[in-house]
């Protein structure tokens, strides 16, 4: 399941540390999509190497934001914030790839309609 969601549960500094990281990742690399993402885990394949494995099939640079991830019994659950950049095709191959292993990903809206163009390729 995609969804957009708001980023209450990232703190104001942290979340204005990630938007001052994604406009710098945009100009850096001008015409490439930047998500934030939040990936809720229910320990349904999610194995500790998804998001290197994700990164090297999409060619996309993925970056742990935020985690609280638990081990319970085995399996993991938790919630994860990510930052993708790539190819706006790649990004969004990528989503639909985590959500096929089960693993929720919502897109945390992170600029206002206004700045969205300055940083933001639609996937």
Do not use: C, N, W
């Amino acid at each position: 399941m995609v969804s957009a969601a708001t980023a209450s549960d990232l703190t104001d500094a942290t979340l204005a540390a990630v938007k001052e990281r994604i406009a710098a990742l945009a100009a850096a690399k001008p015409g490439q999509a930047v998500r934030l993402l939040r990936l809720s885990l229910t320990g349904t394949d999610a194995s500790g190497s998804f998001l290197s494995d994700l990164s090297k099939q999409y060619s996309l640079d993925v970056g742990l934001v935020q985690a609280r991830v638990e081990d319970i019994q085995g399996v993991a659950v938790g919630t994860m914030f990510v930052l993708a950049q790539g190819a706006p095709a790649a990004v969004k191959d990528a989503i639909a790839a985590l959500t096929a292993r089960d693993i929720t990903v919502e897109e945390i809206a992170h600029e206002s309609a206004t700045d969205r163009s300055a940083y933001y390729v639609a996937a």
